[in-house]
Structure formats: C-alpha cells, structure tokens
C-alpha cells in the first residue's frame, strides 16, 4: 500500500480527529439562531435551514464524536422544536393591538433564540477537555511501552519513537509493544513489564477497532487490560484512538474505562496529526521514520517537564515463553 494523497490525509485528520465535529456544531448553532431572527424577511428560508442542518448533523456523525447519550436526546429534541416553530406560520389576528410589533419576537421565538448559545456551550464543555493534555510533573525514569504495530514498527531492528526517546532522554525504556497487538494480547505484553513502577503508554486497540470488534467486547478487554496495568506506582497514559465515520461508540467507551481507572488520554487530534502528515506513514497508518521521528518528539512536548536530557537506557522486551 501506498501513503493516501493530500486529500485523504486532511479528510482523515479533519474527521479523525474530531475538528469536523466542532465546525459541525458551530453550523447547527448558527443556523439555528439566524433562522429566528426577528423581522419579516427573515435571512434563511426553513429548507435552507433544514438543509444545512442535515449537512452539519452527517459531518458530526462522520467525525463521531463520543457524545454522551443525553445531550444527543436533548440536541434531537431542540432541533425538532426550532424546526417546527421556524415553519410555522404566523397565525392572523384580527386585533392590530394584540398583534406582535415587527421586529420582534414571540416568548417562544425568545427562548428558542437563545437555546443556540446554551447548546453550543455545553458541547464545547463536553468536549473540549478531551483536547487537552495534563503534562505530569514528577521526573520520569522509567517509561514502559504497551502497543502495536504503530509504535513496534512492521520489522526488527526499526528506530521506533520508544527507541529514539531513549536517546534524547535520561530515561529508560521498556518496550514490550508487538506488532498486531490487540487490547486482549497486550495484557501479554503487561506481564512481561512485571509490575514495574514508571509512566505506562499505551497504545493500543486500533487494531480491535479495525477489525469490527463488538463494542461491548472492546470495552470489556480494554476494562481487563487497565485493571492489570494501573497499580499505585504507576501513572498511566493512553492515546485516544482516531475514529472511522459512525464509530463513536468505541471513542465513548475509551473515555469512560480511561475514567473509571484515572488514565490520562492524550488527545486523538495529536495521533491524527502525526497519522496524516505527509511521509509520516508507509500506508496511511503504520509508521515511516520520519513519523517515528515525529512520534518522539510528540511524547518529548507531552513530557517536557518530566524528562531531563541526556541518554538513557533502551530494552526491548520479547513475549516468548509466556503463554
């Protein structure tokens, strides 16, 4: 396989890494309050506003943002009111005194005139803080890697980013990553770091997601794996995955296992970012040098404060004799 073109690295980003969803929201926000502006000529017909609604609605379910349940209610149910009240018609009154005056708005115009605001910024609270990586401040010395291919590379003897952050870094680095690992293998590669105290990354279950893996499934392997893996001594760090069109569900599960056993999700934006820059993949996902490159760096900026310069140590561990 071949790298994507331009085109497909920036469509990949833009969705995969939730920045679709954002412009998505701002769209129904926007439609939403101008097609209730006061006046008579008003600047949106109620089929561009229903037209431009549905685009923003297939944008965000393309960029599957993880959403909780509730809000998904309460946005369906907001959408359908404004929609029914912007086609409405003004009903004829004969009493010129009891008439609204032009320009204004009925009570509830006003209150749907607003509502764009208040949802707006709920969807930004909901999801902004999952665009925001909390940098540890306690020095690093040791750093165990769970992950895939991604990370192991597709042949021995590759300068993967635990590799090259050895290097740069007066950290040592445990490297239990496998290529084709899946969140039920790596509990695998977990056994061989022994319980070992330090930074624990994980990256991993891009490929359960690949492959189709029941939601409930992936949810309850990655709830195995963090069991095993978070232990007092150690401070956890997982990269959120970049989704596929329509695959929310895994990106909410991620979110509430990471919650449920305090594991820090870097940002999947920064994941897609380094996925889709241009000669950073072989094929669009594993790793070339220059995005191992790119890697290293990336976990250089998130642990800036915990790293000290210098060279460390590197070992690669190996998963046999384990059953």
């Not at 490297?175 to 990256?203: I, K």
Request: charged share 15%; aromatic share 8%; with cysteine.
């Amino acid at each position: 396989m071949e790298e994507p073109n331009s085109l497909i690295r920036w469509t990949i980003f833009v969705f995969g890494g939730g920045d679709a969803a954002t412009w998505g929201a701002f769209g129904i926000a926007a439609i939403a309050f101008l097609s209730l502006a006061p006046g008579r000529h008003r600047p949106v017909r109620p089929f561009v506003a229903g037209t431009i609604v549905a685009v923003c609605l297939a944008i965000i379910a393309c960029a599957s943002p993880p959403m909780p349940i509730w809000f998904q209610c309460v946005t369906g149910a907001w959408l359908a009111v404004t929609l029914i009240e912007v086609r409405r018609k003004p009903v004829p009154c004969r009493d010129t005194a009891a008439r609204p005056a032009e320009g204004t708005l009925t009570t509830s115009r006003t209150v749907l005139w607003y509502v764009p605001f208040a949802w707006l910024l709920t969807a930004l609270a909901l999801e902004l803080p999952f665009h925001f990586w909390f940098v540890p401040t306690k020095p690093i010395s040791t750093l165990l890697v769970i992950g895939d291919s991604v990370t192991a590379g597709l042949n021995d003897g590759e300068d993967t980013w635990p590799r090259q952050l050895s290097r740069t870094s007066a950290v040592e680095v445990l490297d239990a990553s496998q290529p084709g690992a899946t969140l039920r293998s790596a509990r695998r590669q977990n056994a061989l770091l022994a319980n070992r105290p330090g930074l624990v990354v994980l990256e991993i279950g891009g490929n359960d997601l690949l492959e189709g893996l029941p939601v409930a499934q992936f949810e309850d392997d990655l709830n195995q794996l963090l069991t095993e893996v978070v232990h007092p001594e150690r401070t956890v760090v997982m990269f959120e995955l970049p989704l596929p069109p329509f695959c929310a569900a895994y990106g909410a599960s991620q979110r509430r296992q990471a919650a449920r056993h305090h594991a820090n999700l870097i940002p999947k934006r920064l994941f897609a970012n380094v996925l889709t820059t241009r000669g950073a993949t072989v094929d669009g996902i594993h790793l070339s040098a220059a995005g191992q490159a790119q890697m290293s760096v990336l976990m250089q900026t998130l642990l800036r404060d915990s790293l000290h310069a210098g060279s460390g140590k590197y070992q690669r561990l190996e998963r046999s004799g384990l059953p």
